[in-house]
């Protein structure tokens, strides 16, 4: 386990559940681009069987390096970090957003903002 944190959760999960997770995701990615039977129709049209599987593997790419882009290449490039801050809203109602704070401030700041209705 991390030493690195301090956290210690009331119930750990076995070593060997966690490892069948993980294979039974492993194999949900991969099951899908098994070719189907010899002659067996997926489709109708024209639209190969790994088609689906493609495109919903280029939106989490884009999904990641949207990520990358917004919490890690900016903030390096323009100095800044972005930090969870608790806000409490006009009507009362507190939320966490994430804020824009200079490289070196670690404070987390207490901001309260209107909202018109």
């Known amino acids: 386990r991390a030493p690195a944190y301090a ?3 009331p119930f750990a999960a076995w070593r ?3 490892a069948f997770f993980l ?3 492993i194999l949900l990615v991969v099951v899908p681009l098994v070719p189907p039977e010899a002659g067996a129709r997926m489709y109708a049209g024209p639209m190969p069987y790994w088609a ?3 495109v919903a593997y280029a939106i989490s790419v884009f999904g990641i390096a949207y990520w990358y882009v917004w919490s890690i290449w900016l903030p390096r490039r323009g100095g800044y970090a972005l930090r969870r801050q608790w806000i ?3 009507d009362g109602i507190g939320r966490r957003v994430f804020g824009k704070v200079d490289e070196g401030d670690a404070e987390i700041v207490e901001i309260e903002i209107e909202i018109e209705e």
């Open 7 to 9: 956290w210690r959760p």
């Open 52 to 54: 689906h599987v493609v």
């Open 16 to 18: 060997g559940a966690v």
């Open 23 to 25: 294979a039974a995701n």
């Open 88 to 90: 409490v809203q006009a």
